[in-house]
T-cell receptor
Framework: AQKITQTQPGMFVQEKEAVTLDCTYD???????LFWYKQPSSGEMIFLIY??????QNATEGRYSLNFQKARKSANLVISASQLGDSAMYFC??????????????FGSGTRLQVQP | SQTIHQWPATLVQPVGSPLSLECTVE??????LYWYRQAAGRGLQLLFY??????ISSEVPQNLSASRPQDRQFILSSKKLLLSDSGFYLC?????????????FGQGTRLTVV
């Protein structure tokens, strides 16, 4: 079974500064993927970044980077140069890769990020 | 490229009426398909997932059912809606390519049961 913990219900950041959103996970799967999604007020879930459990390097996608520390089971999202449009809910999720168990995305409770001008 | 279509975007239904939400995926084969529900201001609750045609796993006992009549079609249904069925319903798909996985969501359906 998988469990995702996002300990920050809400975060504030000043425009143009960097912010780190925390995510820790607990899984017994030997191979898994870690995802971050952004959910603006419209409700759609926008894929941001992916990290495979066997990837040696931390994933980066534009202003998003994932600080993956496998031994600590953490996958924090770093947003650099925050913009007003980054204000949204952010969800961390894990998905088993392979195996015969439950092959579904498990989500954390989310972090609401507010970017202030 | 892969796309996922989910409709309708919003729906207002009376208590006791039936429900059918449809989701279709394009540009990929044999995806895993999912239905999630999100209450206002809350996280995502997995309702059903499917690893193939006719294969449905239910996560929580409830008033809903799901079917997968074709490889890239996933349907969420109810015979009689309850007030507690109100929420935001999201369809998603995932595929695995080697050691990498991808997972994307539809636009969602906001269901209000009155």
């Amino acid at each position: 079974a998988q469990k995702i913990t996002q300990t920050q219900p809400g975060m504030f950041v000043q425009e143009k500064e960097a912010v780190t959103l925390d995510c820790t996970y607990d899984t017994s799967d030997p191979s898994y993927g870690l995802f971050w999604y952004k959910q603006p007020s419209s409700g759609e879930m926008i894929f941001l970044i992916y990290q495979g459990s066997y990837d040696q390097q931390n994933a980066t996608e534009g202003r998003y980077s994932l600080n993956f520390q496998k031994a600590r089971k953490s996958a924090n999202l770093v947003i650099s140069a925050s913009q007003l449009g980054d204000s949204a809910m952010y969800f961390c999720a894990t998905l088993p890769i392979g195996g015969t168990g439950r092959r579904a995305l498990t989500f954390g409770s989310g972090t609401r990020l507010q970017v202030q001008p | 490229s892969q796309t996922i279509h989910q409709w309708p975007a919003t729906l207002v239904q009376p208590v006791g009426s039936p429900l059918s939400l449809e989701c279709t995926v394009e540009g990929t084969s044999n995806p895993n398909l999912y239905w999630y529900r999100q209450a206002a201001g809350r996280g995502l609750q997995l309702l059903f997932y499917s690893v193939g045609i006719g294969q449905i796993s239910s996560e929580v006992p409830q008033n809903l059912s799901a079917s997968r009549p074709q490889d890239r079609q996933f349907i969420l249904s109810s015979k009689k809606l309850l007030l507690s069925d109100s929420g935001f319903y999201l369809c998603a798909w995932s595929v695995r390519g080697g050691a990498k996985a991808e997972a994307f969501f539809g636009q969602g359906t906001r269901l209000t049961v009155v």
